[in-house]
T-cell receptor, first 117, second 113 residues
Framework: AQKITQTQPGMFVQEKEAVTLDCTYD???????LFWYKQPSSGEMIFLIY??????QNATEGRYSLNFQKARKSANLVISASQLGDSAMYFC??????????????FGTGTSLTVIP | NAGVTQTPKFQVLKTGQSMTLQCAQD?????MSWYRQDPGMGLRLIHY???????DQGEVPNGYNVSRSTTEDFPLRLLSAAPSQTSVYFC????????????FGSGTQLSVL
């Protein structure tokens, strides 16, 4: 089974509108972390936002917020007031504990977001 | 602030050649890892390390070797390159084994002919 599922290969949004990128995850761990990264066409991976499994409030970072629904195992990224510079690939990721040997990170297949002027 | 430094940025190999992708971080991070990124498949973990002298396999370790002799460096070795190893490779580190976000290098685009 996939650890991280992103079902939207491509999304379009009008400039200044909000957009939600979907992410569901699969884990039996009680302690885990959820991340979103942005990859512009230049190729670098840019950290956007983090949510811990025990955090009761949804994480927010500027125009980014993470809609965390633990029972549904979903961690959707909401981008408010989209800008042209938001056009990029977006990856959802999960850090899962692996006993005492450290953490493994799992990434989804990504969603390509295009912001239309 | 160098962060995570990967070299080279681009590399072309012939099938059967060997090479080492270099990765160094200056943040004193315990955790370091290597990923490959292929179209439509996201990033997949190759190997990771939780400290000097400790390495472990990720999701796709075959054909790759790693070692961690210092906290700073975590090289990835391709012993006999195959066309299936054509990919973009990322090195990433995080604070320690208990978590923290991943800091990524700028990536290496590798083509095996």
């Amino acid at each position: 089974a996939q650890k991280i599922t992103q079902t939207q290969p491509g999304m379009f949004v009008q400039e200044k509108e909000a957009v939600t990128l979907d992410c569901t995850y699969d884990t039996s761990d009680q302690s885990y972390g959820l991340f979103w990264y942005k990859q512009p066409s230049s190729g670098e991976m840019i950290f956007l936002i983090y949510q811990g499994s025990y955090d009761e409030q949804n994480a927010t970072e500027g125009r980014y917020s993470l809609n965390f629904q633990k029972a549904r195992k979903s961690a959707n990224l909401v981008i408010s007031a989209s800008q042209l510079g938001d056009s990029a690939m977006y990856f959802c990721a999960m850090r899962e504990g692996v006993r005492n040997t450290g953490n493994q990170f799992y990434f989804g297949t990504g969603t390509s977001l295009t912001v239309i002027p | 602030n160098a962060g995570v430094t990967q070299t080279p940025k681009f590399q072309v190999l012939k099938t059967g050649q060997s090479m080492t992708l270099q990765c160094a971080q200056d943040m004193n991070h315990e955790y370091m890892s290597w990923y490959r990124q292929d179209p439509g498949m996201g990033l997949r973990l190759i190997h990771y390390s939780v400290g000097a002298g400790i390495t472990d396999q990720g999701e796709v370790p075959n054909g790759y070797n790693v070692s961690r002799s210092t906290t700073e460096d975590f090289p990835l070795r391709l012993l006999s390159a195959a066309p299936s190893q054509t990919s973009v490779y990322f090195c990433a580190s995080s604070r320690d084994r208990t978590g923290g976000k991943l800091f990524f290098g700028s990536g290496t685009q590798l083509s095996v002919l």
